[in-house]
């Protein structure tokens, strides 16, 4: 794809500090679904998915999305006339109906963003890169605005995939963790270190 034609995918995601000066004049979903087709679109484009693959939307859901958030987007770029119908695994539909249960009331936006983000997750780094967002905190933000009583437990600020787990796992009667609390577990660092310092092409499963 030319480079001015690519400039126009990143037009709608903007840093941290953009966002601040631009908060009044949109939504933040306006932000994050460039950011997260943006994001998808790398990999399309590299071969790896295709676009409904990458997003976990059907079709009509994924056009709807694309026509609202690139209006002005050929179907070729994401090609379109080649989508499948995504089917997900186990783990990535327990972890769409855990969003969905603590989805924000009369929030239509909610459904299809649990669709991404239990996608997003099924790829090895942090949750916030894969989503294409520009840090950590702009994945709480979302995750607060649309799952707002999921992300409010999340109170020892665990990272999300780990924490997404351990509500899952909460609500099979299993527990997560064998130490007796998480001050004492070995795996204290993977699930509560930092994010911010790791590469996104360093090997880790250490993501959240």
């Known amino acids: 794809m030319p480079e001015a034609e690519a400039g126009r995918y990143d037009d709608g995601c903007l840093s941290s500090a953009q966002w601040r000066g631009s908060e009044l004049g ?21 071969g790896e998915v295709l676009a409904t693959e990458g997003t976990g939307l059907s079709s009509v859901e994924l056009r709807d999305v694309l026509a609202a958030t690139f209006p002005s987007t050929s179907s070729s770029v994401f090609a379109l006339e ?31 963003l649990a669709k991404i983000i239990a996608r997003r997750a099924m790829r090895m780094d942090h949750l916030w890169r894969d989503l294409g967002l520009s840090n950590r905190a702009e994945l709480s933000r979302l995750l607060a605005r649309h799952f707002p009583a ?31 609390s998480c001050g004492e577990c070995h795996d204290f660092e993977s699930c509560f270190g930092p994010e911010e310092v790791e590469s996104r092409l360093s090997p880790t499963t250490n993501v959240g």
Do not use: I
């Open 82 to 112: 080649e989508l499948s119908e995504p089917e997900p695994e186990l783990e990535e539909e327990l972890l769409r109906r855990l969003l969905l249960a603590h989805a924000a009331p009369a929030d239509p936006a909610s459904a299809r």
């Open 150 to 180: 999921l992300a409010a437990g999340n109170t020892e600020n665990m990272k999300w995939k780990k924490y997404f787990y351990r509500k899952l796992c909460e609500a099979e009667g299993f527990s997560s963790c064998t130490a007796p």
């Open 26 to 46: 949109r939504s933040f979903d306006q932000h994050v679904l460039p950011c997260v087709h943006s994001r998808s679109l790398e990999e399309v484009q590299a």
